[in-house]
């Protein structure tokens, strides 16, 4: 095995493709090299020897001496110095670099070879003593912190009590004799602190700063960071070795930092900051202010400081040359470390540069546009999940952000408000022209017109597929879900969180993207649909296979679906639209009903209301499909609850308040997710999805007669477990579709197909597609049933789920493709196999989880269906997955 590789004097080694091996800075180092672009001269040794060294016990192959040793002399050879050397020492710097990069999360050692004896050699060779012992004071802290282990205050009480003591305000009042006393001193707080004086020798400074990087992968911060991040652990990280450059070396030296457009707002133009005379880490510590890199950027911001383009012109040009030719070889947007030295120019790093989800918009877009990449490296550039920040108010970055709980990010979008405890006083407070947060243990199908008049729902029960959340992300609200940290008293109107008491009417703000519940009102940044977002969403369109519908039952969301460019609407839940209104009176009617007289007379009154309603969404939809399923949810879940509702009902009902009372008790269920709801609801009173038939096929007809073009009607059983279960409903349906054409004169073109959401239909997917024309996996069932995991419920156990890694990810969010995936696979293939060709689709939220589409398209369904904000996503994703 080769361990090291060596990089500098237009060559190298390694090159950009082996990030695996010499993590994302090595493998970069040596292909700037191999571009004959100024590096700095060193060495990489490999990630594989992290893993080499963690098999180990933390030792090293007997190999890697004399290679390091070669790989040093090779170094020193090309910088005209030699490592460890008394009259011309080569000093290095020692970073960390892992496959994907880790910012701040490992240590680094700069001025490393630096000792009583080279420190003197330094200060001859550049002619500056007070340079070289504020270098070697600089490397005595470095080193002490990361390889010994001495906390940072030690060194800083140091510094403070000489500077008090001689009256200095700033480090650069210190003079060499102070820098030579300080040294001396922090010798000492390290002979103390680790009971061995500071080590002398380049050579064991060295191996102590390798081994140290190693260790630091094992470190509790970065094991956070890549729990965080996805990073495997079994990657490791790489370690750098290079020769020193010195931007601190007086007024024709500098440091900086730059990228090659704007990251925040993705324009063309070369953007950083620089620092005359100074050490990478002044840059970042903000003790001085930072220059502007163009003259352009100094008059923007009226900057009285000179620019890098006036202040070291020679080198402007070299580095605008050097920026070019690197974004064009990476054909990405770079981030890029450089010094200059004393007039020359040196490249310390360059990776593509992170940037906001607006800044990757507009750089996919432009680079596609100057022919700098093809349009499908454009689509594949853009992160799916980010435009969610374009489609909502976000909260401003730069605001203060006063956290008092953290829930998960049900529904993506920040707003603030006042706080309310329950839905009618949402409302009024709406009315009266307040902005409310709905504050919820949990909601329920009784708290939407809440909903609706709140900026955003928090509740403290409940996760990602929590009623809440479902019908938050379909209404494009932000909602955090499943906070249980807070506590919430309905009686005393109060919320206590982190032990801050707040009360009804407080403003809260809640952060759907991130899962923050914050203090007070905070800035918030409006969301823009800018030229590059249409743009990039065409050409999406034009690779894409897959259509994306839409999950939308209100005329409201269906407009703001098709806006968003959906196909069709995949999943319309009839139930939803129950709650409009006073239409509740008439449902609960129907269900309370002791009869099935009692029933259809109810079911009367709702026959009108239904039409309308579809009539409305196959209008906006005109000339697209519109899938619409039959009741599904458990009954019980409209039934009224206080004693004026259900003396409303039996005023209603012409029945006694008692009757009432005890049929509702009848209905109680101890599992209601696997109880009497779905196609049940349908075998029992088919006179309910006979009613829901009628209305789809007449508001079709309705609305065929307005638009003047025929509507595609899909209509969907829900809960389908057997085929006998799906033909009797099938068979009501049909009839009912003879009749209304009887009655009107015109035939409506229609499919009957049902959901695939338990197990056994999956199973048994062959048989059913005899009859069924089309399958819609339902994957939030379907996931409750195959893992026997209650969607409701699983907030409160599922956290160490994921953080332990027992599953990658909440199965509710990103489809569990071993276990579901494989079932919707076998249904897949069965149902095709009886039905070639059969229409296939997904409507449960996975619909519009970019990873869950990218299997959506591997498995080759037709079609994904999402709430309407996610449309968009969806649409990106399912161009990706199509790549
Ligand atoms: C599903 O189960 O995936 C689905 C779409 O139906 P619902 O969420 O309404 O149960
Ligand atoms: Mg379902």
Not at 447 to 470: F, K
Request: charged letters at 25%; aromatic letters at 6%; proline letters at 5%.
């Amino acid at each position: 095995t080769k361990w090291v590789y060596t990089f500098g004097d237009g060559k190298a080694e390694g090159a950009g493709e082996m990030r695996n091996l010499l993590g994302g800075k090595g493998a970069n180092l040596a292909e700037m090299a191999n571009l004959g672009l100024p590096v700095p001269p060193g060495f990489t040794i490999t990630t594989e020897l992290c893993t080499h060294f963690y098999a180990h016990g933390k030792t090293y192959p007997a190999e890697l001496q004399s290679e390091v040793e070669a790989a040093l002399a090779k170094t020193g050879q090309i910088a005209g110095r030699i490592f460890g050397d008394d009259a011309n020492p080569l000093l290095v710097s020692v970073r960390s670099g892992a496959r994907a990069s880790m910012p701040g999360m490992m240590d680094t050692v700069l001025n490393l070879g630096l000792n009583d004896v080279t420190v003197e050699a330094l200060a001859k060779n550049a002619g500056d003593s007070r340079f070289a012992w504020d270098s070697y004071r600089r490397f005595i802290q470095m080193y002490s912190n990361v390889v010994l282990d001495i906390d940072h205050h030690n060194f800083e009480d140091i510094l403070e009590e000489y500077k008090d003591r001689k009256g200095y305000m700033l480090d650069t009042d210190l003079q060499e004799a102070d820098w030579r006393a300080i040294v001396g001193q922090y010798k000492e707080c390290v002979a103390r602190e680790s009971g061995k004086p500071f080590p002398q020798d380049p050579r064991e400074q060295l191996w102590g700063a390798v081994g140290a990087v190693f260790s630091s992968w094992m470190n509790q911060r970065a094991i956070t960071y890549r729990r965080l991040n996805g990073i495997p652990e079994s990657w490791g990280t790489a370690v750098t070795v290079q020769a020193m450059v010195f931007g601190n070396m007086g007024d024709t030296s500098a440091t900086g930092v730059a990228f090659t457009r704007n990251p925040s707002t993705g324009e063309r133009e070369l953007y950083g900051e620089f620092l005359i005379n100074a050490q990478g880490e002044d840059v970042v510590a903000g003790i001085r202010t930072p220059q502007n890199i163009t003259e352009v950027a100094r008059a923007a911001a009226s900057s009285d400081k000179p620019s890098m383009e006036t202040a070291l012109p020679e080198c402007f040009r070299e580095f605008v040359r050097v920026t070019q030719l690197l974004e064009k070889h990476y054909r990405d947007m770079q981030d890029m470390e450089f010094t200059v030295e004393r007039g020359k120019l040196w490249m310390l790093q360059t990776r593509n540069g992170k940037r906001t989800a607006k800044a990757a918009l507009r750089v996919a877009v432009e680079m596609a546009t100057e022919g700098l990449i093809s349009r499908e490296e454009a689509i594949a550039k853009v992160e799916p999940a980010t435009l969610d920040q374009l489609l909502h108010p976000t909260i401003d970055p730069k605001a203060e952000r006063n956290i008092i709980a953290t829930g998960l990010p049900a529904s993506p979008g920040a707003a603030s408000g006042e706080i309310v405890f329950n839905s009618d006083e949402a409302e009024s407070l709406k009315a009266a022209g307040h902005k409310v947060i709905l504050v919820r243990v949990e909601t329920s199908p009784e708290d939407i017109h809440g909903m609706h008049a709140a900026e955003g729902i928090l509740t403290t029960r409940g996760g990602m597929t929590s009623h809440a959340a479902v019908v938050a992300r379909g209404m494009g609200k932000p909602c955090v879900s499943g906070a249980g940290t807070i506590k919430v008293d309905y009686n005393q109107g109060t919320l206590v969180a982190m032990g801050k008491t707040l009360r009804k009417g407080d403003i809260i703000t809640i952060d759907g993207s991130t899962g923050q519940v914050l203090q007070g009102p905070v800035a918030m940044l409006e969301p823009e649909l800018s030229g590059e977002f249409a743009t990039l969403m065409s050409w999406a369109d034009e690779v894409r296979r897959m259509k994306v519908r839409t999950n939308a039952e209100t005329p409201a969301d269906a407009r703001v679906a098709r806006n968003f460019g959906a196909d069709g609407i995949g999943l319309c839940r009839t139930e939803h639209m129950f709650f409009e209104g006073d239409r509740i009176l008439a449902v609960r009617e129907m269900i309370l009903a002791d009869d099935e007289k009692g029933r259809r007379a109810a079911l009367a009154k709702l026959l009108p209301m239904q039409r309308k309603d579809f009539a409305e969404l196959f209008e906006i939809m005109s000339g697209l499909p519109v899938t619409i399923r039959l009741l599904d949810p458990p009954l019980h879940e409209f039934l009224p609850h206080t004693d004026a509702e259900i003396a409303e009902v039996a005023q209603a009902m012409g029945a006694s308040v008692e009757k009432l009372k005890s049929r509702a008790a009848e209905m109680h269920e101890f599992n209601p997710m696997l109880g009497f709801r779905g196609v049940r609801i349908a075998i029992a009173y088919p006179e309910i999805a006979e009613m829901q038939a009628r209305a789809i096929f007449e508001g079709a007809v309705e609305a065929g007669k307005k638009t003047g073009k025929p509507v595609t009607a899909e209509v969907m059983v829900p809960l389908v477990m057997t085929k006998a279960e799906f033909d009797l409903t099938k068979t009501r349906i049909d009839a009912m579709a003879t009749a209304v054409e009887k009655e009107t004169g015109v035939k409506v073109p229609y499919m009957v197909g049902t959901m695939i959401e338990l197990p056994r239909a999956a199973l048994r997917a062959g048989e059913i597609a005899q009859s069924a024309e089309f399958f819609s996996f339902g994957t939030n069932d379907l996931t409750q049933t195959a893992l026997g995991i209650s969607r409701d419920d699983a907030a409160s156990f599922l956290g160490p789920y994921t953080t332990k890694g027992i599953l990658p990810a909440d199965p509710f969010v990103t489809l569990d493709q071993e276990g579901v995936g494989e079932l919707v696979r076998i249904a897949a293939e069965r149902g095709s196999k009886t039905r070639p060709g059969i229409k296939l689709g997904i409507c449960g939220e996975h619909g519009g989880d970019p990873a869950s589409i990218h299997f959506c398209e591997e498995v080759g369904l037709d079609y994904v269906s999402c709430s309407p904000y996610r449309v968009p996503i969806a649409r990106l994703a399912a161009a990706q997955a199509a790549l």
